[in-house]
């Protein structure tokens, strides 16, 4: 099948400028995909630490401080509505200089001390940059939300070249995962009777949902205060178990 007829030339179109047109579309999903390979790799570079983090937790500690990790790469669709909000144009560069959240990582902990254990080692770390810190917790938002957003940059290393890479972590306890979860289903409902009502009882479930957080971490530490001496026996019987731990 030749070109002309493939591609449907308009009327008096000659093939080189339509051979031209398609070479710019190609270069443009090239160069997209290129954009989109660097979030990709800041995704696994910090996934990574956390990983790092968590296992260095469980052999030092015997616990593990995260509870899961989720990842995701914004999609194209969601690029293109966030920069015409904006009023920018998706060019690559005002891509990489005014969306932060392309690459996003949020981390699940048991406890609130664990959230900002974690993202102080995260942000002390001599390759990671932070870029902003906003502390949801401490200063929750008016509907009740809870969670510590850092913007953060990495540098990604490829075969001729080093470029940083911002990423968004939020790092948030499994209570407000839940409460988040639930709130960003109802909140895309349409139509909903009462929404007022609606908004006020999430706003009391938030609270409520703190305050458990707030209890479990008090039991958790009074629990670590009454821990009695252990015995020669039984300090040899932990460290045995830690030689247990499976690392891989």
Same mark, same amino acid.
């Given at each position: ?24 579309? #190609? ?5 997209? +995909? ?13 996934? %990574? +630490? ?6 260095? !937790? ?12 989720? %990842? ?26 005014? #969306? ?6 949020? /981390? ?8 900002? #254990?974690?993202?102080?080692? #995260?942000? +002390?770390?001599?390759?990671? *940059?932070?870029?902003? *810190? ?6 929750? +938002? ?14 990604? !290393? ?10 968004? /972590? ?7 995962? !839940? ?12 139509? /909903?009777?009462?929404?007022?009502? /609606? ?15 707030? %209890? ?33």
């Amino acid at each position: 099948m030749e070109l002309g007829n493939w591609l449907r030339l308009p009327e008096g179109a000659g093939k080189n400028a339509v051979i031209g047109q398609a070479m710019d579309l #190609l270069d443009g999903v090239l160069d997209y +995909k290129d954009l989109m390979m660097g979030y990709a790799c800041a995704i696994k570079e910090i996934n %990574t +630490k956390f990983e790092v983090l968590d296992t260095e !937790f469980e052999v030092r500690y015997r616990r593990n401080p995260i509870s899961a990790i989720e %990842t995701r790469l914004k999609s194209q669709t969601s690029i293109l509505e966030k920069m015409a909000r904006l009023g920018i144009a998706p060019t690559r560069e005002n891509i990489e200089n005014n #969306l932060n959240d392309i690459a996003g990582i949020r /981390v699940i902990c048991s406890y609130i001390d664990d959230i900002y #254990l974690l993202a102080d080692a #995260l942000t +002390k770390q001599d390759d990671i *940059r932070l870029i902003r *810190r906003k502390d949801y917790i401490s200063n929750p +938002k008016p509907n009740g939300y809870r969670s510590l957003h850092l913007i953060v940059s990495v540098p990604i !290393f490829f075969a001729e070249s080093v470029k940083e890479v911002k990423a968004e /972590v939020q790092i948030r306890t499994i209570a407000m995962d !839940f409460w988040a979860s639930l709130e960003h289903q109802i909140k895309y409902k349409k139509n /909903v009777e009462h929404a007022e009502r /609606v908004i006020a009882r999430l706003k009391e479930c938030a609270d409520e949902i703190a305050h458990v957080d707030e %209890t479990m971490q008090e039991i958790r530490k009074e629990m670590e205060q009454i821990q009695e001496e252990p015995t020669d026996a039984e300090m040899l019987y932990e460290k045995l178990k830690k030689i247990d731990i499976n690392l891989i």
